[in-house]
């Protein structure tokens, strides 16, 4: 078990529209998850996802996959 904390960032893209996530991948090595959460609600819930899953839409996102916002 870890007690390492999330450290949390959003992209340098982000622009301040309230519309950002927040991921942390301090935690892939320790527990192969990549936590995401609203930045507008800090103290709400943290979904974790697979760092597998979160590879390959990070993937997707770069080619384009899912259309344009």
């Known amino acids: 078990m870890t007690t390492e904390s999330p450290r ?3 992209s340098s893209y982000s ?3 309230g519309q950002c996530i927040e991921v942390a991948t ?3 090595a320790s527990c192969g998850v990549v936590p995401v959460r609203d930045s507008k609600w800090p103290v709400g819930p943290v979904l974790n996802v697979g760092a597998g899953s979160f590879a390959s839409f990070v993937a997707g996102v770069g080619a384009g996959e899912f259309g344009v916002v």
Do not use: A, H, P, Q
């Open 8 to 10: 949390w960032f959003k």
């Open 15 to 17: 622009e301040n529209g």
């Open 26 to 28: 301090n935690l892939v």
